[in-house]
């Protein structure tokens, strides 16, 4: 070992120590990030669309039946374990509430991307004169846990998500 001092093996040695520990530390951080991520939920769609339903206090939606989400979203009830649906009372409403169980998690991307369309072309229709419907589009919600997904556009849309969350 010509040319290298002991205090600079040792230097090079404590370095690929401290870099197999960090590598270590990353691998245990990204385990535990895919382990505690989104999980499917146990819990039934009749428990879950109760505890949705029951937390929407707004009179500017109204429940509809599973033909209004080919209409409004483009999507197939049938192709899904559950859908809830609460349309706009009248076409002077942006409040809305989708509720989708879905039979397999592979669906939330179209699903997901359905609703973003769903909340732009609303956004397009009432910016030219329904700014407080167009406040509400900003700040819709739409949270996929799992093998369930909430859309909502609504003033109480965190509320009604908190209890979504918390009934999976």
């Not at 505690?36 to 428990?47: N, R």
């Not at 049938?78 to 409403?93: F, S």
């Not at 942006?94 to 669906?107: C, F, P, T, Y």
Request: proline share 1%; no cysteine.
């Amino acid at each position: 070992m010509a040319g290298v001092t002991k205090s600079q093996l040792n230097l090079k040695i404590n370095i690929y120590r401290i870099i197999r520990y960090g590598l270590i530390a990353l691998l245990v951080v990204i385990v535990i990030i895919m382990l505690s991520g989104k999980k499917e939920s146990s819990a039934s769609f009749e428990s879950v669309s109760a505890a949705v339903s029951g937390s929407i206090t707004t009179q500017k939606a109204v429940l509809n039946s599973d033909r209004y989400l080919k209409k409004y979203f483009g999507l197939n009830a049938e192709e899904y374990d559950g859908v809830l649906i609460y349309t706009p009372a009248t076409n002077m409403y942006a409040n809305e509430v989708l509720l989708i169980k879905l039979k397999d998690r592979s669906q939330a991307d179209a699903a997901a991307a359905a609703i973003e369309e769903r909340i732009e072309s609303q956004r397009t229709i009432f910016s030219g004169y329904a700014p407080d419907a167009v406040g509400l589009l900003e700040n819709a919600v739409l949270d996929v846990q799992g093998n369930y997904i909430l859309y909502i556009t609504d003033d109480q849309a965190d509320r009604v998500d908190e209890v979504f969350r918390n009934s999976l």
